[in-house]
Nanobody, 123 residues
Framework: QVQLVESGGGSVQAGGSLRLSCAGS????????VGWFRQAPGKEREFVAG???????SYGDSVKGRFTISRDVAKNTVYLQMNGLKAEDTAVFYC?????????????????WGQGTQVTVSS
């Protein structure tokens, strides 16, 4: 079993930065792929970034060059550093964990989810 708790959301002006954290529980958390997704009102949940147990990363096209995902194995925590935020980044951000080797980009592949954290970017 894996439990995930996100933190770090908030309100920021366009061009600003935020860092989201995803704290995971469970001895095997470090072996899971962890992904960040976001969902804006009226839209489908969208893949933002993912990181494998070995440190490989993957990003959605809309955030490449602006967002960075990383993980601290000792702290069982995955981070999402978001720079150059835009109004269209406004959404609820979720972290999720998958017991896979490859980084998956679809929500159905992730079996564990956090409660979400709101990110609001004003223009």
């Amino acid at each position: 079993q894996v439990q995930l708790v996100e933190s770090g959301g908030g309100s920021v002006q366009a061009g600003g930065s935020l860092r989201l954290s995803c704290a995971g529980s469970g001895r095997t958390f470090s072996s899971y792929v962890v992904g960040w997704f976001r969902q804006a009102p009226g839209k489908e949940r969208e893949f933002v970034a993912g990181i494998s147990w070995s440190g490989l990363t993957s990003y959605g096209d809309s955030v490449k060059g602006r967002f960075t995902i990383s993980r601290d194995v000792a702290k069982n925590t995955v981070y999402l550093q978001m720079n150059g935020l835009k109004a269209e980044d406004t959404a609820v951000f979720y972290c999720a964990a998958a017991s896979t080797i490859e980084i998956k980009t679809t929500p159905v592949d992730y079996g564990y989810w956090g409660q979400g954290t709101q990110v609001t970017v004003s223009s």
